[in-house]
């Protein structure tokens, strides 16, 4: 065979050789080609390299046209990502919506369906934990009081009744957030009892809820008249039974000349200011009051017995109480934080603890512990910083029906307006991180997103959602939303492809 005959089959052997090795595929809805597979799992944009008709003329080969690969920039893979779930498997016959948002430019960076409201299952709790937290501040705790009324005479016998006020406690007793068990602290009150020289009791255990000065709450609930008792106030009654020309402004000095009398303090409904009367006489209590914490008076009082406290009388919970005795105070426990209650509750999706905390907030605002109480609250609260309602339905403070509603772009626009308020670093630090800890421990373990996310996660049959905060390779804070309803398969399934989803936002 002659030279030139050799030269012109090497140069069609290399030809075929390339392109066997780098078959190219079209993305759909794409004009950028990619390699249908790589070792590495990059993905390349490729293109043609020119050459002149005098490189062409200058050679009697058949030369192969070259090719140069660059990788696609981190949006161009994100978006070749989502075109790609629209025809997956898992994911084609799913209702789900995606966003991805720059908190600082206020703009989005990409998105799929972003104005298409979803269930968002536990994400709600966002929410309501970010409402608790600008309305009751990271360090509010809930108190229950234990007092006695009465006169303890020479062989230790009270001669009176023993009262545990409480302050709806969501925690106690449950051992959550590093709460303290009943018996605990039934022991601890037993002790400060015999402290107090107690050995018998002849009387009652009685079970109130009050309101304690402590949280330093700068107004009382709405709508509800309170007896003040020292430390706390205990719920009376509703205003409309208050005549208003029988309200008085608080001052500041007390006249040290004035007889010692009852004081009912409320916000009035007339001019919207905390006020006080001295006449007030309730026919019927038209308010919902937190749960009293009568298990913890029946633990009480079985822990006095077993120490060798005997009482005569029973546990009684009381609501009104205008027949006040005079108490002394025995000893106090204190919850754990607010802090602590929320992180508790995002790590674990703690659905208790969020209606408990949900209901707290409407307490604590209109002295009524309900969820329609709960819900005003938080709705109110959202809407007066701008939150987006299209599509927003707001139906319990966990996440568990399937009747809430909202957006992702809502989702990622809340995330990012609440980033220079004080209590954001609390918040931020009680959502799972990815491949670390909570609900998101066992996701993007293997992959890049590991210890780069920090979300709150939401699942119901059929619905898996993801939203928080993504921390990307270049140091930016980036705010999503990934909300999936009604995919096909497993829930692993669906998680591997919100996995993938997420992987290119790492690199924006």
Known sequence: MTLPKILFSIAIFTGSL????????????????TTAASSAGAIYRTSPTSQSNADIASTNLTS???????????????????????????????????????????????????NQPLVPASTTKLLTTETAFSFLGTGFQWLTQLEYSGVIDENGVLNG???????????LGTSKAGATSYGMISMDFVAALAEKGIKKVNGNIIVQTAVFKINKNPNLPENIVWLDQGSYYLPMGSTKDIDPSKEKLIVKQKNPFDAPVKRYFYMSPYIKKMVYTEDYNPTVLHTKIPDPPVSLANSLRLSMIKSGIAITGKVENKIIDNQLENRMLVTSYRSPDLNDVVYYTNQHSDNGLAEAILRMVGFQKLGDQS???????????????????????YIDGSGLSRANTVTPMAQVKFLSSIMNEKYFKNYFDSLPIAGQSGTLKKMFVYNNGNGQIFA????????????????????????FSLLVNNFSGSVDMVKKRMEMILEPTLSL
């Open 161 to 171: 009744n023993l009262y545990l006020i409480g302050s709806g406690d969501p925690s």
């Open 371 to 393: 969820l329609e109480s709960g819900k005003k609250v938080v709705t109110e609260h959202l809407l007066q910083d701008g939150f987006d309602t299209q599509g927003f339905s």
């Open 18 to 33: 390339f392109s066997s090795q780098g078959k190219m595929s079209e993305s759909p809805n794409s004009s950028i080609y």
């Open 456 to 479: 709150k996660t939401g699942t119901l049959n059929k619905v898996k959602c993801l939203s928080g905060y993504i921390k990307t390779y270049s140091g930016r804070i980036l705010t």
């Open 64 to 114: 192969p046209v070259s090719i140069t690969e660059k990788p696609l920039s981190p949006t161009e893979q994100l978006g070749l990502t989502l075109s790609s779930m629209q025809s997956d498997a898992v994911m084609r016959n799913a209702n789900w919506g995606f966003v991805v948002y720059d908190p600082k430019s206020k703009k989005v960076i990409n998105s799929y369906n972003e």
